[in-house]
């Protein structure tokens, strides 16, 4: 399968503790999108990455949260001190830079449940 | 700022029945709009885009939708659907980033459910 890879597809943990997922791009998309998706809700912009730089961030990342992408290829988005409220899919999405039609290849997603 | 509203947040529909999906957005430039799908425990699939041109476009799975400017909408329809086209479906405008990417800002997305 040569798509967005996200891991680990799901994750419980207690209030108070650190996660960490990975999302491994489409080999070639230079350009990586994270995404926070509530119930009910649609999904909502984190951080972008065009190669290793990240080049924008939502009000939403709080201090807490931190992404990486220090190859220029796969990702991480860390979580520190967990909450309730951060129980949420997070989603990966990528696109290479010569597609500008704002189509982005979604990975399934990391739910992450915290207790 | 660009948005997106759908007001349905779900449509109960029976099998091989018409079915419309509303969106309706809100920018004060050119827009690209796009329609996507979301599976039980899958990721986000791209149905269609309206990037310029014909405002009649037709995506996968027998799905189209109409860009209406004057009404600022892009609601998306099937003529007859199937039960395997229950999911969420979410509407998304598109807003440039000052990095140079492409940001999508989703609607609240539409339950389809399909029923025999």
């Known amino acids: 399968d040569t798509g967005v890879s996200q891991d680990p597809r799901h994750k419980i943990t207690k209030r108070g503790q650190n996660v960490t997922f990975r999302c491994d791009p489409i080999?070639?998309?230079?350009?990586l999108y994270w995404y926070r998706q509530t119930l009910g809700q649609g999904p909502e912009f984190l951080t972008y990455?065009?190669?290793?730089?990240?080049?924008?961030k939502s009000r939403l990342l709080s201090d807490r949260f931190s992404a990486e992408r220090p190859k220029g290829s796969f990702s991480t988005l860390e979580i520190q001190r967990t909450e309730q409220g951060d129980s949420a899919m997070y989603l990966c999405?990528?696109?290479?830079?010569?597609?500008?039609?704002?189509?982005?290849?979604f990975g399934e997603g990391s739910r992450l449940t915290v207790l | 700022a660009q948005s997106v509203t759908q007001l349905d947040s779900q449509v109960p529909v029976f099998e091989e029945a018409p079915v419309e999906l509303r969106c309706n957005y809100s920018?004060?430039?050119?827009?690209?709009l796009f329609w996507y799908v979301q599976y039980p425990n899958q990721g986000l699939q791209l149905l269609l885009k309206y990037l310029s041109g014909s405002t009649l476009v037709k995506g996968i799975n027998g799905f189209e939708a109409e860009f209406n400017k004057s009404q600022t909408s892009f609601h998306l329809r099937k003529p007859s659907v199937h039960i395997s086209d229950t999911a969420e479906y979410f509407c998304?405008?598109?807003?440039?980033?000052?990095?140079?990417?492409?940001?999508?800002?989703f609607g609240t997305g539409t339950q389809l459910k399909v029923e025999l």
């Open positions: 999405a990528s696109i290479p830079t010569g597609l500008n039609t704002g189509e982005l290849f």
């Open positions: 990455f065009q190669n290793e730089a990240q080049l924008e």
């Open positions: 920018s004060s430039v050119s827009v690209y």
């Open positions: 998304a405008v598109i807003y440039r980033l000052t990095g140079g990417g492409n940001k999508l800002t």
């Open positions: 080999s070639e998309h230079n350009r």
